[in-house]
Nanobody, 120 residues
Framework: QVQLVESGGGLVQAGGSLRLSCAAS?????????MGWFRQAPGKKRELQAA????????YYSDSVKGRFTISRDNAKNTVYLQMNSLKPEDTAVYYC????????????WGQGTQVTVSS
């Protein structure tokens, strides 16, 4: 059974930084699996913000976070990180990590989410 556990959320002032972590357990993912960070603000749909393959070769950022957020992974620790800099109030949301296994087109495994609140 795959488990994804996020941590690192909290309250920060605009312009500040946070680093989210997502520790995966229960399965070894191939180099082609994608790890993604999604977010969902109140009243809005959940949207992908950043993703990285376990190999590190493929990386994606949404236009909303490009240049401010950095996704990375530590395969030895089975952990994916999201470094969030220059945070804005509109970044306030619940952040979820998820895994899209190799050969699949959907994110099948999800963490419980961590709240990020950016005050103005």
């Amino acid at each position: 059974q795959v488990q994804l556990v996020e941590s690192g959320g909290g309250l920060v002032q605009a312009g500040g930084s946070l680093r989210l972590s997502c520790a995966a357990s229960g399965r070894t993912f191939s180099r082609y699996a994608m790890m993604g960070w999604f977010r969902q603000a109140p009243g809005k749909k959940r949207e992908l913000q950043a993703a990285i393959s376990w190999s590190g070769v493929s990386i994606y950022y949404s236009d909303s976070v490009k240049g401010r957020f950095t996704i990375s992974r530590d395969n030895a620790k089975n952990t994916v990180y999201l470094q969030m800099n220059s945070l804005k109030p509109e970044d306030t949301a619940v952040y979820y990590c998820a895994v899209c296994p190799e050969g699949k087109s959907t994110y099948d495994y999800w963490g419980q989410g961590t709240q990020v609140t950016v005050s103005s």
